[in-house]
């Protein structure tokens, strides 16, 4: 493993820090001393992974997948016993998420390529692009801003600050200007400046849902009018820290508009980012990126091994 890496393992695990200390205080608590699995265990166990967000169906087939096989092996030792509970977890994320790139600066299936960011107000949908495009701008990668988020109050001004702090250049045209004519802009200017990465911000009010889908229908027809396969992304971000919520949340969403990939946020203020684990496979779509922590570089593109590692790695 390179600087780099290691690097990397080490900010995620700090970001990871309350998830993973609880999560690996109350299981060496439940394996102390233990080398069998019983009833009783594996109640304890399935309260363990229920408190740390797993979700019910995800946790529900990791306790079969651990009766499964504690009839076959028997374990020697806690350390065994132990490595047995994390593998299982981490087989359930290693079968459940597609492979995707895992750096900044791999060569993007198209140029431009539209990342279009959806997602419910407060979930950190400006602040994850500012980290997209510091990462992205970072590589090498010549990044476009769309202020397309035109509803709320000050959102233009606020993703201007976080722009220029990235480095990167914002399209807008103020508060209140039509989204999708922001979006045109932003399209356009990325073809003539032969950019790399167009991020586009959007608004997530709720309270008119209808509306809302329309928005963002318009957006996407209108960014075709200038390339056919744009948004080639779309990425709902979650709020980590509202758990099971996020699930409920995202099926709302999935159904109006076609996500393509999650960011899930806010991993470092909760105790609760088992809901890494069960997400992708309750919605059937990739996290492909993670937010863990409130400056430009707390993102990271999401990497199963080294999420495994930063959560349940001694
Ligand atoms: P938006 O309404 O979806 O655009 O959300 P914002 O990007 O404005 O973020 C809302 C709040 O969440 C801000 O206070 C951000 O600093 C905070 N935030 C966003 N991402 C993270 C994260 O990964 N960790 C933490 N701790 N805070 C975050
Ligand atoms: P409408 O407002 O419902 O008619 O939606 P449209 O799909 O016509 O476009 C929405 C916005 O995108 C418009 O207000 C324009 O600002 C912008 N737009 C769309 N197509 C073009 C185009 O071909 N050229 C330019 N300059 N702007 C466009
Ligand atoms: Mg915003």
């Not at 309350?18 to 205080?25: A, I, L, N, V, W």
């Not at 198209?110 to 980290?131: D, E, F």
């Not at 199963?304 to 930063?310: L, N, S, T, V």
Request: glycine letters at 8%; proline letters at 3%; aromatic letters at 6%.
């Amino acid at each position: 493993m390179g600087f780099f890496d290691k690097l990397k393992i080490s900010r995620l695990k700090e970001g990871l820090t309350k998830t993973r200390e609880s999560f690996q205080d109350n299981i060496s608590k439940l394996t102390k001393g233990r080398t069998d699995i019983d009833e009783e265990f594996l109640e304890e166990l399935e309260n363990i992974l229920i408190a740390a967000d797993v979700g019910v169906e995800t946790t529900l087939s990791i306790i079969d997948r651990i009766t499964e096989k504690a009839e076959k092996e028997t374990y020697r030792s806690e350390d065994e016993l132990n490595g047995m509970l994390m593998q299982v977890m981490a087989e359930m994320l290693l079968e459940t998420t597609e492979w995707h790139p895992v750096d900044f600066d791999a060569e993007l299936p198209a140029k431009p390529y539209v990342i279009l960011i959806v997602g419910v107000n407060g979930v950190g949908k400006t602040t994850s692009i500012a980290k997209l495009a510091y990462n992205y701008n970072k590589a090498g990668k010549k990044v476009i801003i769309a202020a397309a988020d035109t509803f709320r109050a000050a959102a233009v001004e606020q993703l201007g600050i976080w722009a220029q702090r990235a480095g990167v250049p914002m399209v807008s045209q103020g508060q209140d200007a039509d989204p999708a004519s922001v979006v045109f802009d932003a399209v356009s200017s990325a073809v003539a400046r032969d950019a790399d990465v167009v991020l586009v911000d959007t608004a997530g009010r709720l309270h008119n849902k209808s509306h809302l889908m329309q928005e963002l229908a318009k957006i996407m027809r209108v960014a075709k009018k200038k390339i056919p396969d744009a948004p080639h992304e779309v990425l709902l971000v979650l709020d980590g820290t509202t758990g099971q919520n996020a699930v409920a949340q995202a099926k709302e969403f999935t159904k109006c508009v076609h996500v393509t990939g999650l960011v899930v946020t806010k991993l470092d203020g909760t105790a609760k980012g088992g809901i890494v684990l069960s997400i992708s496979r309750e919605l059937e779509l990739p996290v492909k990126y993670i937010g863990v922590g409130e400056k430009i570089d707390d993102l990271q593109m999401f990497d199963r091994e080294k999420f495994i590692e930063a959560l349940l790695g001694k």
